[in-house]
């Protein structure tokens, strides 16, 4: 009789994988050859069923890209027995070919090569109560940027009808009598009464779902998991309990940065470059890095420079050879190491002045 069975034991097959909405494009690389590419339905199942039948008892790894997908392909393969990494686009060491002839099949045929030569490195996932927490924060900050579009909605409506509100109406912190007045003017039009309105509305829709999403932060900031480290941020000059909050669950784990520049770089403060010979050119900070991250330290600095001596003279002396923006974001990594000083030696940040 012909054995039509077969059995890939003690062999490794690299998954590359493409994610879309509507279908995956999936390569899979043995060590010495590419053995299929094709598309399947976005279903982890139906992938884990493809390799089961076709390579059975095979040690199986995937990658895809880090995205708005999030972890959930992550925790699906992981749990069926594949060894998933996911990585950021921009470290994927992409052939000239390949950026000039870009599409899906390329794309994770690129990814399963590089998973089999092991050049990629996995970015950190967090464990699914910690996404939960930084969901709650995110949507928070989310909710903020509506709530400014909807202010200069309303000012742009203002200012296109040549409205002037009373400059004894105090409005820059847009206080319910600020409001209240708005909901007073008087228009000829009903339309325009309507459209204000409207968007009148919208914004206090906003401001109470802020205050819930501050209340529950407030709360979570109690919890054991990051009560502790709280309290030290907020020993650090311009950290507040939002923006402590906002480092802890991006930051997550402070110990899995290796130096202050690594930290830095997550942050998105290390500065582009593009040097030869004696020649270098130093560019603006990179446009990589965590966006929350990023927002929350520059705005952060903006207050300690106010509040910290050593950080006042250092912005003081910056300024005099660089524009306001560049300095900032020097003394921002200045007041990164703080952070990252209080968080690794588990002490409270002490005020000084430069020697």
């Known amino acids: 009789m012909k054995n039509t ?94 950026r000039r002839h870009k599409n899906d099949r390329v794309d994770s045929r690129k990814l399963a090569r590089e998973l089999r030569d092991k050049s990629l490195t996995g970015i950190h996932v967090p464990e699914p109560s910690v996404r939960a927490d930084r969901s709650l924060i995110r949507t928070r900050t989310q909710k903020v940027r509506k709530q400014t579009r909807c ?48 968007l009148i509305d919208e914004l206090l829709y906003h401001r109470q779902s802020i205050l819930k999403l501050t209340r529950q932060i407030r709360q979570l900031s109690r919890t054991p998991r990051y009560a502790d480290n709280v309290r030290l941020l907020l020993s650090v000059p311009g950290i507040g309990l939002l923006s402590a909050m906002v480092f802890l669950t991006e930051i997550i784990n402070i110990n899995r940065f290796q130096s202050l520049d690594e930290l830095a770089s997550y942050f998105g403060l290390i500065p582009t470059e593009d040097s030869s010979g004696e020649n270098q050119d130093d560019g603006s900070i990179t446009p990589c890095g ?16 106010r509040k910290d001596p050593f950080l006042t003279l250092k912005f003081e002396k910056l300024v005099k050879r660089m524009k306001k923006q560049r300095a900032i974001v020097v003394c921002a990594k200045n007041l990164l190491n703080r952070i990252r000083f209080v968080l690794k030696n588990r002490q409270k940040y002490v005020t000084c002045v430069a020697a």
Not at 40 to 59: F, G, M, V
Request: proline share 5%; hydrophobic share 35%.
């Open 5 to 98: 069975k077969v059995d890939f034991s003690n062999q490794t097959l690299y998954i590359g994988l493409d994610i879309h909405k509507k279908r995956w494009t999936v390569s899979i690389y043995s060590e010495h050859i590419e053995l299929k590419t094709f598309n399947q339905p976005p279903e982890p199942d139906k992938l884990i069923s493809h390799l089961q039948r076709n390579y059975p008892n095979a040690t199986y790894k995937a990658v895809y890209e880090a995205g708005h997908f999030g972890f959930w392909i992550y925790d699906a393969l992981q749990l069926r027995g594949v060894d998933c990494i996911i990585v950021n686009p921009a470290d994927i060491p992409t052939k000239q070919k390949e």
């Open 151 to 198: 202010k200069n909605q309303i000012k742009s409506l203002l200012s296109y009808y040549g409205i002037k509100m009373d400059p004894d109406t105090p409005y820059k912190h847009w206080s319910r009598r600020y409001i209240t007045s708005l909901q007073e003017i008087e228009f000829q039009h009903d339309e325009l009464r309507t459209s204000l309105g409207h």
């Open 290 to 305: 965590n966006k929350y991250l990023k927002h929350i330290i520059v705005e952060a600095t903006w207050t300690a420079i």
